[in-house]
């Protein structure tokens, strides 16, 4: 019988005060922006997990190969007893091909959509009834402090879908050091990184012909028009996407179809036509520039693979001791 799902929340009553509080800082600066992580409300979850079924986009599939190959030597790696956390768990899909070759304890799937967190791991409790599955509501762009049953001997943090690429390489080195410093001497990190490659499979990837990217992007606004006290209207709007080669990033945009004002929050915002709302990046890597990145805060390379069209890389970090 499957365990009961340990829930833990850490978000609270926090979700709209957030929101409302970068939205109208976002909206008020210059160039305007907002973080990605305001993306995955329910809707916005689901639209990514439909992302990942497109066949442009080549990360989801991909990095599911490099793991199904790999899954073996990371459990070696992992050790025997190692639990097993999950940043931005979304649908939970190849955190299965780790549960199975490692068969640890305990899981923690940590997201910041509590609903789709809720769904997931319920799904994995029923589908694993050996498995002790906690949940954490979290955002963990900030500092977050693990449930007491995870600080543990040697736990392994898996970060799935090369979402290290939406944080500026600051902020990536800003996220690894907050692993580092939540595991113990041994603890290891598995991170997937979207290697640099072409233009253009990049810039198909974010522009899937079905448009469920648009959408997902799109959904942005929907989600400050349903939760904050805004007459912003998703239509005048388009999403782009394109490839900023001196910077080595993906860049998604909402862009005005028209010069006009929006209300938020009792304040208004103009957008003249063609200006744009820059809701994300995806940066890219070399193998040699994610490893440099990683040794700054201390981690150790214990180990890399990549597909053979050197698409997409997984990488194995160890805090050392």
Same mark, same amino acid.
């Given at each position: 019988?499957?365990?009961?799902?340990?829930?833990?929340?850490?978000?609270?009553?926090?979700? /709209?005060?957030?929101?409302?509080?970068?939205?109208?800082?976002?909206?008020?600066?210059?160039?305007?922006?907002?973080?990605?992580?305001?993306?995955?409300?329910?809707?916005?979850?689901?639209?990514?997990?439909?992302?990942?079924?497109?066949?442009?986009?080549?990360?989801?599939?991909?990095?599911?190969?490099?793991?199904?190959?790999?899954? !073996?030597?990371?459990?070696?790696?992992?050790?025997?007893?190692?639990?097993?956390?999950?940043?931005?768990?979304?649908?939970?899909?190849?955190?299965?091909?780790?549960?199975?070759?490692?068969?640890?304890?305990?899981?923690?799937?940590?997201?910041?959509?509590?609903?789709?967190?809720?769904?997931?791991?319920?799904?994995?409790?029923?589908?694993?009834?050996?498995?002790?599955?906690?949940?954490?509501?979290?955002?963990?762009?900030?500092?977050?402090?693990?449930?007491?049953?995870?600080?543990?001997?040697?736990?392994?943090?898996?970060?799935?879908?090369?979402?290290?690429?939406?944080?500026?390489?600051?902020?990536?080195?800003?996220?690894?050091?907050?692993?580092?410093?939540?595991?113990?001497?041994?603890?290891?990190?598995?991170? !997937?990184?979207?290697?640099?490659?072409?233009?253009?499979?990049?810039?198909?990837?974010?522009?899937?012909?079905? !448009? /469920?990217?648009?959408?997902?992007?799109?959904?942005?606004?929907?989600?400050?028009?349903?939760?904050? +006290?805004? +007459?912003? +209207?998703?239509?005048?709007?388009?999403?782009?996407?394109?490839?900023?080669?001196?910077?080595?990033?993906?860049?998604?945009?909402?862009?005005?179809?028209?010069?006009?004002?929006?209300?938020?929050?009792?304040?208004?915002?103009?957008?003249?036509?063609?200006?744009?709302?820059?809701?994300?990046?995806?940066?890219?890597?070399?193998?040699?520039?994610?490893?440099?990145?990683?040794?700054?805060?201390?981690?150790?390379?214990?180990?890399?693979?990549?597909?053979?069209?050197?698409?997409?890389?997984?990488?194995?970090?160890?805090?050392? !001791?």
């Amino acid at each position: 019988m499957a365990l009961a799902i340990r829930f833990h929340d850490q978000l609270a009553d926090r979700h /709209v005060s957030s929101l409302r509080e970068e939205v109208l800082a976002g909206f008020a600066a210059t160039p305007k922006a907002i973080a990605p992580k305001f993306f995955y409300d329910r809707r916005g979850s689901e639209l990514f997990e439909a992302i990942c079924l497109q066949p442009e986009y080549y990360p989801t599939r991909t990095e599911e190969a490099i793991l199904r190959r790999a899954a !073996g030597e990371i459990a070696e790696l992992a050790g025997p007893g190692a639990e097993l956390i999950e940043f931005g768990s979304g649908a939970s899909r190849k955190v299965r091909l780790l549960l199975e070759a490692m068969r640890p304890r305990r899981y923690l799937g940590i997201d910041i959509s509590e609903d789709f967190l809720r769904a997931s791991t319920h799904r994995l409790a029923a589908d694993y009834p050996w498995l002790d599955v906690h949940a954490l509501c979290a955002d963990f762009c900030q500092d977050l402090a693990l449930p007491r049953a995870f600080r543990c001997e040697r736990p392994l943090a898996f970060f799935p879908g090369s979402s290290i690429g939406n944080f500026t390489p600051a902020q990536a080195q800003q996220f690894l050091a907050r692993v580092y410093a939540l595991l113990p001497a041994g603890g290891g990190l598995l991170v !997937g990184v979207d290697l640099v490659k072409e233009r253009a499979t990049l810039e198909r990837a974010y522009n899937d012909a079905a !448009g /469920v990217t648009a959408a997902f992007n799109l959904n942005l606004l929907e989600r400050i028009r349903r939760e904050l +006290d805004s +007459d912003i +209207d998703p239509r005048a709007f388009e999403h782009r996407a394109w490839f900023n080669a001196a910077q080595s990033r993906i860049e998604m945009h909402l862009v005005s179809r028209q010069a006009q004002e929006v209300r938020i929050e009792g304040r208004c915002f103009r957008f003249a036509r063609g200006e744009s709302l820059h809701s994300e990046n995806s940066y890219k890597y070399s193998l040699a520039s994610f490893a440099a990145l990683a040794r700054s805060v201390g981690f150790d390379n214990q180990a890399h693979w990549v597909d053979p069209a050197r698409l997409f890389s997984v990488h194995y970090l160890r805090r050392p !001791g």
